[in-house]
């Protein structure tokens, strides 16, 4: 019986870590409300991102607890691993954030910017309106790159949680915490930005007026959210 309470403890342990962890750090979910606006993508494509970047988020650091496991690395290796690619994170976001904001002022300072339906925004100065466009350079760039950073982030609470299971040789709660904090994290960071996308429904047509720095506030945004990882959030 004590161990079904243990097993049941540490998986809704898993489930509220995942859940606060990912609450508490705005960069779980900012950075892809405001490039969902800034690149004109629906809120179905917004929360596939979403989910494939939080899928990668979780399963680099489920990869390396059992990597850690197999090997036989103990808590405080994995842990110094982590926190170093925290470190780094932190970095190649605010850079992210940083060159994106640049791109953002220089195009709106162009001329006359406007959005297309693949969520590109740019100039044209004094030339008409009426033109065709080539195939966007880079329309996916922006996806790619966060995906990156999330996949390369790690999920430092979940590595004690895994451990301490395999410790034990309980393979069963080591996949059961591993999968509870996944689907806790994931399921989140969809609540958060599906709800975010919601209520800007009702914040009315102002942002049109900011259309010309969408890109520059995203860049802001993200910027902002790196910023904040260095704090501590």
Not at 26 to 35: G, Q, R
Not at 36 to 63: D, E, P
Not at 132 to 149: C, R, V
Request: net charge neutral.
């Amino acid at each position: 019986m004590d161990s079904v309470q243990s097993f049941y403890t540490l998986a809704g342990t898993a489930v509220f870590l995942g859940f606060l962890h990912t609450v508490i750090g705005p960069d779980h979910y900012l950075p892809f409300v405001a490039l969902g606006k800034a690149r004109n993508w629906s809120s179905a494509h917004t929360l596939l991102v979403t989910f494939l970047c939080g899928l990668g988020h979780v399963l680099s650091s489920v990869i390396l607890g059992f990597l850690g496991i197999v090997l036989g690395a103990g808590v405080g290796a994995l842990e110094s691993i982590e926190g170093t690619r925290a470190d780094i994170v932190k970095w190649m976001l605010l850079v992210f954030g940083v060159c994106y904001m640049i791109y953002g002022v220089k195009f709106a300072m162009l001329g006359k910017v406007h959005m297309h339906e693949d969520g590109i925004v740019h100039s044209h100065g004094c030339v008409s309106a009426g033109h065709t466009h080539a195939a966007p350079i880079g329309k996916n760039a922006g996806f790619w790159i966060l995906f990156i950073i999330f996949a390369f982030g790690p999920c430092e609470v979940l590595i004690p949680l895994v451990m301490y299971p395999a410790s034990e040789f309980n393979w069963l709660a080591v996949f059961a915490v591993a999968l509870a904090f996944s689907f806790s994290t994931v399921g989140t960071m969809l609540l958060m930005v599906g709800g975010l996308l919601y209520g800007m429904r009702y914040m009315g047509n102002w942002t049109g007026k900011l259309e010309r720095w969408n890109h520059t506030i995203t860049g802001a945004v993200i910027a902002i959210c790196a910023i904040l990882m260095f704090v501590g959030l």
